[in-house]
C-alpha cells in the first residue's frame, strides 16, 4: 500500500486554467505538507495542514488554495495557471506531536505540472 | 530560524570512490538533521537522521553522516560509490520544538558517477 499518494501524476494544461492536484495519506499522520520543486531541484514549503487546521502558509499566490477535509487528506487547488507554475508539487505527511521535529516527513511521489 | 547549505551543486566521483556531499546547517535550536535521496523523477526517500545520541549515524544503502555541532556540519559519506547512487541528495533541517513547520531544505546536490 502507498504511503503518501498524489494523483494525477503529471498534468499538462494550457495558461489561464484551474487545476488540482489531490493527496491521500494512509500512515495516521496529524500533519500534511505542499512543497513545490523547481525546475533547479529547489524544495520549498508552500502550505501545512495540522488535523485540518492551515499551519503555515509561506508566500504563495493567493491563485493557490489548499483544501484538507480531513486529517488523511490535502488537496491543491490552483486558478489561473501561469507559466511559472510549471514545477513538481510534493506532498509529504508526518506526525507532528510535540517536540517531534524528530520525526520524519513521507513524501508522495510527486505531481509535475507544466503550463503551456 | 533555520537554514542549510550544501556545497557544490553537483559532485562527481568515479564508481568505487568515496562519496563525500557537505551540508552546513544554522538553527537557533538543537537541531534534528535529515539526508534525503532523489532518484530521477521519484519523490523523496529518507538516507538517514540525526536526532539526539550518537553522532555518526547509518543509513540505508551503506551512506553514513557525522552531526559535528562544533562545524554546525552533517556532511554525507559513503566509502564507495556505486552507479545506482547517482541522485539528487538534499539536507534538511527540523526544529527540535514540533513537527507542524516541517523542513527546510538545502538546494540539492546532485551526484553524479563515473564509471
Known amino acids: 500500500d502507498t504511503a503518501v499518494s498524489q494523483t494525477p501524476k503529471y498534468l499538462v494544461t494550457q495558461m489561464g486554467n484551474d487545476k488540482s492536484i489531490k493527496c491521500e495519506q494512509n500512515?495516521?499522520?496529524?500533519?500534511m505538507y505542499w512543497y513545490k520543486q523547481d525546475s533547479k531541484k529547489f524544495l520549498k514549503i508552500m502550505f501545512s495542514?495540522?488535523?485540518?487546521?492551515?499551519?503555515i502558509n509561506e508566500t504563495v499566490p493567493n491563485r493557490f488554495s489548499p483544501k484538507s477535509p480531513d486529517k488523511a487528506h490535502l488537496n491543491l487547488h490552483i486558478n489561473s495557471l501561469e507559466l511559472g507554475d510549471s514545477a513538481v508539487y510534493f506532498c509529504?505527511?508526518?506526525?507532528?506531536?510535540?517536540?517531534?521535529?524528530?520525526?520524519?516527513?513521507?513524501f508522495g511521489a510527486g505531481s509535475r505540472l507544466t503550463v503551456l | 530560524a533555520q537554514s542549510v547549505t550544501q556545497l557544490g551543486s553537483h559532485v562527481s566521483v568515479s564508481e568505487g570512490a568515496l562519496v563525500l556531499l557537505r551540508c552546513n546547517y544554522s538553527?537557533?535550536?538543537?537541531?534534528?538533521l535529515f539526508w534525503y535521496v532523489q532518484y530521477p523523477n521519484q519523490g523523496l526517500q529518507l538516507l538517514l537522521k540525526?536526532?539526539?545520541?550518537?553522532?555518526l549515524v547509518k543509513g540505508i544503502n551503506g551512506f553514513e553522516a557525522e552531526f559535528k555541532k562544533s562545524e554546525t556540519s552533517f556532511h554525507l559519506t559513503k566509502p564507495s560509490a556505486h552507479m545506482s547512487d547517482a541522485a539528487e541528495y538534499f539536507c534538511?533541517?527540523?526544529?527540535?520544538?514540533?513537527?507542524?513547520?516541517?523542513?527546510?531544505f538545502g538546494k540539492g546536490t546532485h551526484l553524479i558517477i563515473q564509471p
Open positions: 538553527s537557533s535550536v538543537p537541531p534534528y
Open positions: 509529504a505527511s508526518r506526525l507532528s506531536l510535540t517536540g517531534s521535529g524528530a520525526n520524519v516527513l513521507t
Open positions: 495542514y495540522n488535523n485540518k487546521e492551515l499551519i
Open positions: 534538511a533541517v527540523s526544529g527540535s520544538g514540533g513537527g507542524a513547520d516541517g523542513l527546510t
Open positions: 540525526y536526532t539526539t545520541g550518537a553522532t
Open positions: 500512515l495516521g499522520h496529524d500533519t
